[in-house]
Structure formats: structure tokens, C-alpha cells
């Protein structure tokens, strides 16, 4: 590559007769990458979990304050689900797990769910 430079995206000939003349070979430099797809995760409502302890779950998994945590607990309460967080796969599905595990610690029914946004 001594007799070529890279400008933008295009390889052109540092030789200044070459001036305007088109000998660049054209490269792609677009980084093939995707971003991770992204996954919704909902807590639902049921008639038996403790508001307390929706609240808790939502201070202690979610970094929501007591007043967000309380807010969303009582949309849940009315609504029957509500979004809690988008997060890549991995850390959706630790979220779920940590939930549901502490539930069922609890011996409440609370669910927890994961979709793909
Ligand atoms: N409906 C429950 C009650 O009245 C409270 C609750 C809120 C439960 C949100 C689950 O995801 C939930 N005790």
C-alpha cells in the first residue's frame, strides 16, 4: 500500500499526474456490525403479590426510586402489565430470573416476562 493512500472511501494515487483521474478502487468502510436486538421486560399483575413487594422488586432489580417503583407498581395494579426496562437478552433474562426467583422465595405469584421489542 506505499503507493496509495486511504481518503474517505476510496483508495487514490498520490501521484499528482493522477490528479482527477479516477483510479480509486471504491471500498466499502461501512462497519458491518448490528446492534443487538432488544427485549421488553414486563411484570404482571395478579391479585396476590403485596404492592410492598412489587415495589421492593422494582427499587432493588430495576434502580427505580420509591416513588418511580410505586408509580409503575400501581399502573401494573390497573393496567395488568406495564414495561419495566429494555434490555440486550442476556441481562433481560437475569432480570426475569432474579424476579421470579425472589417470588417464589416469597411464595408470591408475581410473574415476569421477556419480548422482543
Ligand atoms: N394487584 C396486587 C394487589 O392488589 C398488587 C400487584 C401490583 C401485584 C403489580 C402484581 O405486578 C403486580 N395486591
Known amino acids: 500500500m506505499s503507493k496509495f493512500k486511504v481518503r474517505s472511501n476510496l ?3 498520490t501521484n499528482p499526474e493522477d ?3 479516477d ?3 471504491a471500498l466499502d468502510t461501512r462497519p458491518k456490525t448490528k446492534r443487538p436486538p432488544l427485549y421488553k421486560v414486563m411484570i404482571l399483575n395478579d391479585d396476590y403479590t403485596p404492592m410492598e413487594f412489587v ?14 417503583s410505586f408509580d409503575l407498581m400501581l399502573t401494573v395494579h390497573k393496567k395488568g402489565l406495564a414495561v419495566v426496562g429494555v434490555f440486550s437478552h ?4 437475569t ?3 432474579q424476579v421470579i426467583d425472589m417470588a417464589q422465595k416469597h411464595g ?7 419480548e422482543k421489542e
Open 90 to 93: 442476556e441481562i433481560a433474562e
Open 95 to 97: 432480570k426475569v430470573t
Open 19 to 21: 490528479e482527477d483521474q
Open 55 to 68: 415495589i421492593m422488586i422494582l427499587e432493588r432489580f430495576f434502580g427505580m426510586t420509591h416513588q418511580e
Open 108 to 114: 408470591h405469584p408475581l410473574q415476569c416476562t421477556l
Open 23 to 25: 483510479f480509486g478502487v
Open 11 to 13: 483508495i487514490m494515487s
